[in-house]
């Protein structure tokens, strides 16, 4: 086997393939740190629970070049003011409600999940749901009964009743109003928001 | 030559005892996943086939999880399989790996009826541990995440300590190291958190330090221990392969994590590390494609067992084009914003899984088969010509490239029309939906599942019935090639 050069022999790639997993082990555990603290919420990317209070728009930012999510006035959801704790308490509901109905085995959140319907991270901010007046009370219609009042824009294809009390559905609400606020650089690209108040 | 040919339960070591129950069981899995894989893909033909009773989110969970724990029970059959010959030493803890399996089975068979009959629960923390967690792929109750944790863990005893108490090899290393990882990556999904972007940056430690990185490794070192035993490769040559794959797969595939964090809410810098790690990770792929061609011509495609090295070959060139090429393909995040979360991925998931995982456990099977049947040759002028498993390879491959194209258009014309042109709205995605292209790839994928579930049908056949008339030994490479080395 003295005929095997260096860089063919099981020692050398053997250690190569330690030291090289080794490396980008510990860059990737660099980076965690780093990406963890930021993704926290109320750090800069992803929204504290309270922006449930606020007006949330999806504006083009002509520096990055792509439409991000701006915080605007006081507009408390279903017309109450949280607290921090009661804003977490109600995201986090929401949260809990579409795990446990697995919303997510029909639908994608920040684009995972699956394919079979609309994609939710900016539910909150489509403009099917006509104007802001209205939309907080037709989501929870909606979630409550989506069979009658189901859309599907020409297709047949419905939401089944997932038996969600009313509470869980407005949970749910404030949950998507959050994540409409999260900095997704971009994504999805090209989106129309509904028409707000404030509108540029 | 021996006169009489030891076949069934009395031809096996121990360890491959309890590895035909996995096998048992995982086949039955791969079943159920084509089934309900079926009923979803109906659905989205005929959208009030079962609404409101079995509906398409419930079907689809059955479809994925079964996935999900038949490779799992495949991946563990297959290494209870080899580890005594590998070794050369007996399963140290043995009632314990059966233990494991029991519990392991039963579990499966109370969540999937969890899932069918109760399906979801109430907003709370109950339903996450009780009914279904929720999270694509590891939907399992958080109860049954807690079994399957002490059930790996069982595993990765019995598979060190044997190796410990025998001998050990580099595939043994490489091996019991990746357990580890594989162990500790189902660990980062197990918890709760109301922050969606935190759920998913450790959702995707899971799913994708798995399949791009630890279950690579794993079949890694099952396709090293599948060539030196088909083919009669040599071990050195096969086990420093091994190391040059580790470290291109954990090279590149560690950091590749990347391509999933480009539009979570995570930080901009990702694009740039997620694009350029993962537009890599295709090389190990193309490695081991020469690799698996290479062995095999040297060898004269010379192996008693047929069916075993297709599947094997198949496997290399399955993972290179479902993980490498369509993976490659929507990986950077100039294309990644528009396809992702569409078809597109639906296209390169079919693909991918069924290329680099589901090939490796039926070349496994056939491995087992032939032991089981005493030996027997598996290779050339089998008795009706292998027509069987000839057939089977051809109807499961062509089934699953075929639903890959047909989901390729769809996803194509989704991308165009829902992504590109509406802007992902909910109007838009109904307009991309009712396209009839669109409409035309979900129509050739239900005909080329079909395909698939006859495909399955046949393997099924087969495994029961290929070599049970054969009478001629086998001739092993290994012998003949590590006596003349
Ligand atoms: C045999 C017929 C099959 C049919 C009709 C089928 C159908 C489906 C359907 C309808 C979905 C849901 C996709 C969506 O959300 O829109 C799905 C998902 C999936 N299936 Fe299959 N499937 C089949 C076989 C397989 C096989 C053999 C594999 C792999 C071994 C597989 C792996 C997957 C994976 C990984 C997903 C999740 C994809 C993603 O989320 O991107 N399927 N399948
Ligand atoms: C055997 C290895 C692989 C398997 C089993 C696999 C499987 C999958 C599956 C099932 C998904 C969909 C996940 C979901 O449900 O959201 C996915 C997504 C993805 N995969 Fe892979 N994959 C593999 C290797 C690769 C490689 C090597 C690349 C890149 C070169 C790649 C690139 C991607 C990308 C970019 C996505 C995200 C799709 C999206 O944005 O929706 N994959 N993979
Ligand atoms: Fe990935």
Request: proline share 3%; glycine share 10%.
């Amino acid at each position: 086997m003295s005929n095997v050069p260096w860089w063919a022999s099981e020692s050398f790639w053997r250690k190569t393939a330690i030291w090289v997993t080794a490396g980008m082990t510990l860059v990737l555990i660099a980076l965690t740190f780093d990406t963890v603290k930021v993704i926290t919420a109320g750090h800069s990317r992803v929204p504290a629970y309270e922006v449930i209070n606020k007006r949330i728009y999806y504006r083009m930012n002509t520096k990055r070049k792509f439409q991000e999510p701006v915080i605007g006035e006081d507009a408390p959801l279903f017309g109450k003011m949280l607290s921090p704790e009661e804003a977490e308490a109600m995201v986090s509901h929401g949260k809990m409600t579409v795990q446990a109905k697995n919303c997510g085995s029909c639908h994608t959140l920040l684009g995972n999940g699956a394919y079979y319907a609309p994609d939710l991270t900016k539910a909150w901010l489509d403009p099917a749901w006509a104007g802001e007046s209205v939309r907080e009370t037709l989501m929870v219609q909606f979630l409550l009964d989506p069979t009658t009042n189901a859309r599907g824009f020409g297709s047949t294809r419905r939401m089944p009743n997932l038996h969600l009390t009313e509470e869980e559905a407005r949970a749910v609400v404030a949950f998507l109003k959050w994540t409409s606020a999260i900095d997704t650089t971009g994504f999805p690209r090209n989106f129309t928001p509904v028409a707000q108040e404030g509108d540029l | 030559m021996s006169t009489a040919k030891i076949t069934g339960i009395a031809a096996l070591d121990g360890g491959q005892r309890l590895a035909v129950k996995y096998f048992a069981v995982a086949i039955v899995l791969f079943g159920a996943q084509i089934l309900f894989g079926l009923l979803a893909g109906f659905q989205y033909l005929s959208p009030d086939f079962l609404y409101g009773v079995v509906d398409f989110s419930v079907n689809r969970m059955v479809h994925i999880n079964a996935m999900i724990v038949w490779m799992l029970f495949g991946f563990i059959g297959s290494i209870y399989w080899l580890i005594e010959d590998e070794s050369g030493t007996e399963v140290v803890g043995l009632w314990l790996g059966n233990l494991a399996f029991w519990l392991f089975t039963i579990a499966v068979v109370i969540v999937v009826v969890v899932y069918l009959v109760i399906q979801t629960g109430p907003g709370q923390i109950e339903s996450i541990w009780f009914i279904n967690e929720g999270r694509e792929y590891i939907e399992a109750p958080r109860w049954a995440d807690v079994g399957i944790v002490v059930c790996l863990l069982i595993f990765f005893y019995n598979v060190a300590a044997t190796f410990m108490k025998g001998r050990w090899s580099g595939i043994a290393g490489v091996l019991v190291l990746d357990l580890v990882a594989v162990a500790g990556m189902y660990l980062t999904g197990m918890f709760y958190s109301p922050n969606l972007s935190m759920d998913q940056f450790w959702w995707w430690w899971v799913i994708h330090l798995w399949v791009e990185a630890t279950w690579e490794v794993l079949v890694g070192c099952i396709m090293a221990w599948g060539l030196i035993k088909t083919l009669g490769a040599r071990r050195q040559i096969v086990t420093t392969w091994l190391y040059i794959e580790v470290a291109l797969m954990l090279g590149s595939g560690i950091l590749g994590l990347g391509h999933h964090y480009f539009w979570i809410g995570t930080p901009e810098y990702w694009l740039t590390v997620g694009g350029f790690f993962s537009a890599l990770e295709p090389v190990p792929l193309v490695a081991m494609v020469v690799h698996a061609v290479y062995d095999s011509g040297v060898h004269r495609f010379k192996s008693p067992n047929h069916p075993a090295l297709a599947w094997l070959i198949a496997h290399a060139f399955g993972n290179f084009f479902g993980a490498g090429v369509w993976g490659f393909m929507h990986t950077l995040p100039q294309v990644n914003i528009y396809t992702h979360g569409t078809q597109w991925s639906a296209s390169h998931g079919h693909f991918a899984f069924f290329g680099a995982y589901a090939t490796m456990n039926i070349a496994v099977f056939y491995i087992a088969a032939q032991r089981w049947r005493g030996n027997v040759n598996f290779g050339g002028g089998l008795v009706d010509n292998g027509w069987k498993w000839k057939w089977a390879l051809g109807l499961l491959n062509g089934g699953v490239v075929g639903m890959t194209m047909a989901l390729l258009v769809s996803g194509y014309d989704q991308v165009f029309i829902e992504r590109a042109l509406e802007g992902a709205t909910w109007s838009g995605f109904f307009k991309a939906q009712q396209n009839v292209w669109y409409l035309q790839g979900m129509w050739w994928r239900q005909i080329f599942g079909y395909m698939t579930l006859a495909g399955f049908f046949l393997l099924v056949w087969d495994l029961m019935t290929i070599g049970v008339r054969e009478t001629r030994p086998a001739v092993f490479p290994t012998e003949v090639a590590e006596h003349a080395a």
